[in-house]
Antibody
Framework: QVQLQESGPGLVKPSETLSLRCTVS?????????WGWIRQPPGKGLEWIGS???????YDNPSLKSRVTVSIDASKNQFSLKLTSVTAADTAVYYC??????????????WGQGTLVTVSS | DIQMTQSPSTLSASLGDRVTVTCRAS??????LAWYQQKPGKAPKLLIY???SLQSGVPSRFSGSGSGTEFTLTISSLQPDDFATYYC????????FGQGTKLEIK
């Protein structure tokens, strides 16, 4: 079955760049679907960060003021997130997820287990 | 930005109760609405998509309704596994989640 797994540093210094990868198993990510990142600060709600289509086209949350880059690495069957100029407010559990097309569910139907990233010096 | 407002924030109920959670969108999102269930330390799980369609494998006691700006999630008879936090999410323009409704045991 299809599975998603996040990986990356659990601690990032303020003003630096947060980098995470999501490895997809059981499905080639360039075949279809949208692939995205969602985060959840401790004890708080969910915030969509950005997504990449299987073709490589991307879109991200305007509230994050162009700090976000989402991309696909087809050779590794991974997609990645880079978030620049981080502050303590970016401390959260980061989830990668698959989003189906609008002809199907249109929603995030498969999620990774999440990885906690703490921003601290 | 489309804002999503859930009510109540916390809901106390007993096994077997019928419960309803409401989600209101700040503008018309037609039926581009999903509901998720999240348990502590776990990723969200998709329950309902397109406002009223049940995701494969989700028990039929869960149902969704609404269109436009007003939506509801109903659990017809609460089971022990249902005590969790529930989020609505619009996907009409980008993606925005509600603040969550925590369902507690009374």
């Amino acid at each position: 079955q299809v599975q998603l797994q996040e990986s990356g540093p659990g601690l990032v210094k303020p003003s630096e760049t947060l980098s995470l990868r999501c490895t997809v198993s059981g499905y080639s990510i360039t075949t279809g679907f949208y692939w995205g990142w969602i985060r959840q600060p401790p004890g708080k709600g969910l915030e969509w960060i950005g997504s990449v289509y299987h073709t490589g086209s991307t879109y991200d949350n305007p509230s994050l003021k162009s700090r976000v880059t989402v991309s696909i690495d087809a050779s590794k069957n991974q997609f990645s997130l880079k978030l620049t100029s981080v502050t303590a407010a970016d401390t959260a559990v980061y989830y990668c997820a698959r989003k189906d097309g609008y002809a199907a569910t249109g929603a995030f139907d498969l999620w990774g287990q999440g990885t906690l990233v703490t921003v601290s010096s | 930005d489309i804002q999503m407002t859930q009510s109540p924030s916390t809901l106390s109920a007993s096994l077997g109760d019928r419960v309803t959670v409401t989600c209101r969108a700040s503008q018309n999102i037609t039926n581009w609405l999903a509901w998720y269930q999240q348990k502590p330390g776990k990723a969200p799980k998709l329950l309902i998509y397109k406002a009223s369609s049940l995701q494969s494998g989700v028990p039929s006691r869960f149902s969704g309704s609404g269109s436009g700006t007003e939506f509801t999630l109903t659990i017809s008879s609460l089971q022990p596994d249902d005590f969790a936090t529930y989020y609505c999410q619009q996907y009409d323009r980008y993606y925005t989640f509600g603040q969550g409704t925590k369902l507690e045991i009374k």
